[in-house]
T-cell receptor
Framework: GDSVTQMEGPVTLSEEAFLTINCTYT??????LFWYVQYPGEGLQLLLK?????DKGSNKGFEATYRKETTSFHLEKGSVQVSDSAVYFC?????????????FGSGTQLTVLP | KAGVTQTPRYLIKTRGQQVTLSCSPI?????VSWYQQTPGQGLQFLFE???????NKGNFPGRFSGRQFSNSRSEMNVSTLELGDSALYLC????????????FGEGSWLTVV
């Protein structure tokens, strides 16, 4: 079945440090890939997405490139801020026929210290 | 436009009771899905509805059920609650087209005591 493997956390960084959160996937079809972020006590917010190979999703300084050859979708940010502290989830969606669902990684807790 | 709205946000139930959670999708979205989030199991897919029909179901017991109404609003029900059902239940909606984003509500926090 489909699965997403995410970098184990928690990750603690100083403000303005470079962030990478690794994400790899296995999928039976051709997936769309997503990064969602969850702030404490809240639901999931879409951070960025990519729907085909070599697409780069970007938002709020975060980027991720859909690499079909390595089945990866690593999240990066050049300079993190305290406000980026949250849990980050990598996810994929393969539309099998008419049904849609997301398969999530286990999440990576990011803490950014001032 | 308004996002995905879930009610209630917080609730406490006793073992053996049942609970109904409600979700209003983004206007125009006809696909509604539900997820359970727990510290131990992470985010797990419960089911997805489109045009009042369940199209897909995750690996949960029959105590978990749902439905969708003609206006795309959805409800999920859990009967005979167990302590392990304590979780954040997230509703999500999307256009039913491949590659379209799935948007989440803020969730309903269920505590079973």
């Amino acid at each position: 079945g489909d699965s997403v493997t995410q970098m184990e956390g928690p990750v603690t960084l100083s403000e303005e440090a470079f962030l990478t959160i690794n994400c790899t996937y296995t999928a039976t079809g051709y997936p769309s890939l997503f990064w969602y972020v969850q702030y404490p006590g809240e639901g999931l917010q879409l951070l960025l997405k990519a729907t085909k190979a070599d697409d780069k999703g970007s938002n709020k300084g975060f980027e991720a490139t859909y690499r079909k050859e390595t089945t990866s979708f690593h999240l990066e940010k050049g300079s993190v801020q305290v406000s980026d502290s949250a849990v980050y989830f990598c996810a994929l969606s393969v539309q099998d026929g008419s049904a849609r669902q997301l398969t999530f990684g286990s999440g990576t807790q990011l803490t950014v210290l001032p | 436009k308004a996002g995905v709205t879930q009610t209630p946000r917080y609730l406490i139930k006793t073992r053996g009771q049942q609970v109904t959670l409600s979700c209003s999708p983004i206007s125009g979205h006809r696909s509604v899905s539900w997820y359970q989030q727990t510290p131990g199991q992470g985010l797990q897919f419960l089911f997805e509805y489109f045009s009042e029909t369940q199209r897909n179901k995750g690996n949960f017991p029959g105590r978990f059920s749902g439905r969708q109404f003609s206006n795309s609003r959805s409800e999920m029900n859990v009967s005979t609650l167990e302590l392990g059902d304590s979780a954040l239940y997230l509703c999500a909606s999307s256009l039913a087209t491949s590659g379209n984003t799935i948007y989440f509500g803020e969730g309903s926090w269920l505590t079973v005591v």
